[in-house]
């Protein structure tokens, strides 16, 4: 009965954000209208015509997508985009993977339509979404002001949190850490106490599947590791836009966590094991300490009961830092950079944007996200529910909803209350004890740069994002001392073009929002 409170009370939390729309018929067009679309990203190098959701959608709206995807061959999604333009052939609609950069530089040019007054004319349901989310408006609109593209708008609030071995604190008679001192005695006593009972001194205190992870521990020093849900991200400090890597906070990080690989508390192959790492070292009765996604890592809690008896692997609150400061420096990023747009060519506009509109109503969210009703789900007490079919046949919930066409990159507004249906007790108990304390931060949404600004980001910052992360790996792994170098590496920062970088980051900031 808790998984069911705990799901409950999330999915009425995420309930009372939507604003309520009317009741309309769905159909856009008197006549099937055919329009092309390209939408590329890793996981789907085209649009498949088939997807069920396709064709629920077709009889809906009267509206047929036809793929017109190039780039099917490359899962580079950039390099998608950039044959589209060389081709000279634009679609009606172009999607996918990280548009927003493409559209928001060629919409001003005249590649992709603006979408401002489409929307206020004819997409009700976008409207209403824009009017009670003024700054999702304002971090998906260009430096001229006009939106080119309706974003994939993520829903929820908790990703990833810490956890811990339960199982190997209770042995050893120790309690979850609650600060960055305690986090050390207890990965010291994960390291030479044997908690994993084999005799052998292998156990890895600290581990992570993806090595930016890693980098996130400079939290507790006061430090940053990124400003939003994408690693080396930058973020505001005093309405001003900085990278945390030339903070203070992030070298006294950087030289803990340097020590902490130094001294066997971390994993020493943690930027080459990638991302079996977590299924390795908790299979294998290895990994201590981690953070990680809630529903996933909680998982293991029942897949490894058989294979690690009395295995534990729960969700800790975040250990206070040195000031004192709990912080979960991850979460759902309210905006992202997928979507998709309308192509200058595209002779059917207000159709077009009826169609994303569509997709904001009760029914186009409820099939965006949960598939076909009485093929994916039924309406159980007002609320999309999943068929215990598609909760019990041992496949993800995400992959059966991909093949459907649900929860793919077009523009659409997440429904949270998709992915508690399939959460565990143990994940949903730590987001629970993660709402409880409220140690979530606000994420750096992005800034969308005029022509000149995007000229002095695209000159100076990948060489400086380099360098930065060489320095980054050079201190951990011992082949340099962030204090002995730190001056020397701001320094460097400064003739590499950092400061100009920040300054039009800066300009751009306070003019999209300000």
């Given at each position: 009965?808790?998984?069911?409170?705990?799901?409950?009370?999330?999915?009425?939390?995420?309930?009372?954000?939507?604003?309520?729309?009317?009741?309309?018929?769905?159909?856009?067009?008197?006549?099937?209208?055919?329009?092309?679309?390209?939408?590329?990203?890793?996981?789907?190098?085209?649009?498949?015509?088939?997807?069920?959701?396709?064709?629920?959608?077709?009889?809906?709206?009267?509206?047929?997508?036809?793929?017109?995807?190039?780039?099917?061959?490359?899962?580079?999604?950039?390099?998608?985009?950039?044959?589209?333009?060389?081709?000279?052939?634009?679609?009606?609609?172009?999607?996918?993977?990280?548009?927003?950069?493409?559209?928001?530089?060629?919409?001003?040019?005249?590649?992709?339509?603006?979408?401002?007054?489409?929307?206020?004319?004819?997409?009700?349901?976008?409207?209403?979404?824009?009017?009670?989310?003024?700054?999702?408006?304002?971090?998906?609109?260009?430096?001229?002001?006009?939106?080119?593209?309706?974003?994939?708008?993520?829903?929820?609030?908790?990703?990833?949190?810490?956890?811990?071995?339960?199982?190997?604190?209770?042995?050893?008679?120790?309690?979850?850490?609650?600060?960055?001192?305690?986090?050390?005695?207890?990965?010291?006593?994960?390291?030479?106490?044997?908690?994993?009972?084999?005799?052998?001194?292998?156990?890895?205190?600290?581990?992570?599947?993806?090595?930016?992870?890693l980098i996130r521990l400079v939290t507790l020093?006061?430090?940053?590791?990124?400003?939003?849900?994408?690693?080396?991200?930058?973020?505001?400090?005093?309405?001003?836009?900085?990278?945390?890597?030339?903070?203070?906070?992030?070298?006294?990080?950087?030289?803990?966590?340097?020590?902490?690989?130094?001294?066997?508390?971390?994993?020493?192959?943690?930027?080459?094991?990638?991302?079996?790492?977590?299924?390795?070292?908790?299979?294998?009765?290895?990994?201590?300490?981690?953070?990680?996604?809630?529903?996933?890592?909680?998982?293991?809690?029942?897949?490894?009961?058989?294979?690690?008896?009395?295995?534990?692997?729960?969700?800790?609150?975040?250990?206070?830092?040195?000031?004192?400061?709990?912080?979960?420096?991850?979460?759902?990023?309210?905006?992202?950079?997928?979507?998709?747009?309308?192509?200058?060519?595209?002779?059917?506009?207000?159709?077009?944007?009826?169609?994303?509109?569509?997709?904001?109503?009760?029914?186009?969210?409820?099939?965006?996200?949960?598939?076909?009703?009485?093929?994916?789900?039924?309406?159980?007490?007002?609320?999309?529910?999943?068929?215990?079919?598609?909760?019990?046949?041992?496949?993800?919930?995400?992959?059966?909803?991909?093949e459907a066409g649900a929860q793919i990159l077009?523009?659409?507004?997440?429904?949270?209350?998709?992915?508690?249906?399939?959460?565990?007790?143990?994940?949903?108990?730590?987001?629970?004890?993660?709402?409880?304390?409220?140690?979530?931060?606000?994420?750096?949404?992005?800034?969308?740069?005029?022509?000149?600004?995007?000229?002095?980001?695209?000159?100076?910052?990948?060489?400086?994002?380099?360098?930065?992360?060489?320095?980054?790996?050079?201190?951990?792994?011992?082949?340099?001392?962030?204090?002995?170098?730190?001056?020397?590496?701001?320094?460097?920062?400064?003739?590499?073009?950092?400061?100009?970088?920040?300054?039009?980051m800066t300009a751009a900031y306070k003019r999209?929002?300000?």
């Open positions: 009965m808790r998984s069911l409170t705990l799901a409950a009370a999330i999915m009425m939390g995420t309930a009372i954000t939507s604003p309520v729309f009317a009741a309309d018929d769905a159909k856009i067009s008197d006549e099937p209208l055919n329009l092309s679309i390209h939408l590329h990203w890793a996981r789907a190098q085209k649009y498949n015509d088939a997807y069920p959701v396709e064709l629920a959608a077709r009889e809906k709206t009267n509206i047929f997508l036809n793929d017109a995807t190039i780039g099917a061959n490359t899962t580079d999604s950039q390099e998608a985009f950039n044959l589209l333009l060389a081709s000279g052939k634009m679609p009606d609609i172009v999607g996918g993977a990280r548009i927003k950069d493409n559209v928001n530089q060629y919409g001003p040019q005249g590649a992709f339509l603006p979408l401002n007054d489409l929307i206020k004319e004819h997409a009700p349901n976008l409207q209403a979404f824009f009017d009670a989310h003024p700054d999702l408006l304002k971090a998906a609109s260009a430096a001229d002001g006009n939106l080119y593209y309706v974003p994939y708008f993520p829903d929820g609030k908790f990703g990833r949190g810490y956890f811990i071995r339960q199982d190997w604190l209770d042995k050893l008679g120790l309690k979850a850490p609650e600060n960055v001192d305690e986090v050390k005695a207890v990965l010291e006593a994960f390291r030479d106490q044997d908690p994993n009972g084999n005799g052998k001194k292998d156990e890895i205190p600290y581990f992570v599947r993806q090595w930016e992870e020093w006061d430090g940053r590791s990124t400003g939003s849900d994408t690693y080396h991200d930058f973020m505001v400090q005093d309405d001003a836009i900085v990278h945390p890597y030339a903070l203070d906070g992030y070298r006294e990080g950087m030289k803990n966590i340097a020590q902490w690989y130094k001294e066997g508390l971390i994993d020493a192959e943690v930027f080459t094991r990638g991302s079996s790492a977590r299924d390795y070292l908790l299979s294998e009765d290895l990994g201590g300490m981690t953070h990680d996604w809630f529903a996933s890592t909680a998982g293991y809690n029942d897949s490894l009961q058989e294979k690690v008896p009395g295995f534990s692997f729960v969700a800790f609150v975040p250990p206070a830092s040195v000031s004192g400061v709990r912080m979960e420096e991850h979460r759902r990023i309210a905006i992202k950079p997928e979507g998709w747009a309308i192509g200058y060519a595209n002779e059917h506009p207000v159709e077009t944007i009826k169609y994303f509109d569509f997709w904001f109503s009760p029914d186009g969210r409820n099939m965006s996200n949960f598939g076909v009703e009485g093929q994916h789900w039924d309406m159980v007490d007002g609320k999309a529910t999943f068929k215990p079919e598609i909760l019990n046949n041992g496949q993800a919930v995400n992959s059966q909803m991909y077009r523009g659409y507004w997440m429904d949270y209350n998709y992915e508690v249906q399939w959460t565990g007790e143990e994940a949903l108990k730590g987001i629970e004890l993660y709402e409880q304390g409220d140690y979530l931060i606000d994420d750096f949404l992005g800034v969308s740069f005029n022509v000149e600004e995007q000229a002095v980001y695209d000159k100076f910052w990948p060489s400086i994002r380099t360098y930065m992360l060489e320095r980054q790996q050079a201190w951990i792994l011992g082949s340099g001392d962030v204090e002995a170098d730190w001056d020397g590496y701001i320094s460097t920062l400064n003739k590499m073009g950092y400061d100009q970088v920040v300054e039009v999209q929002y300000q």
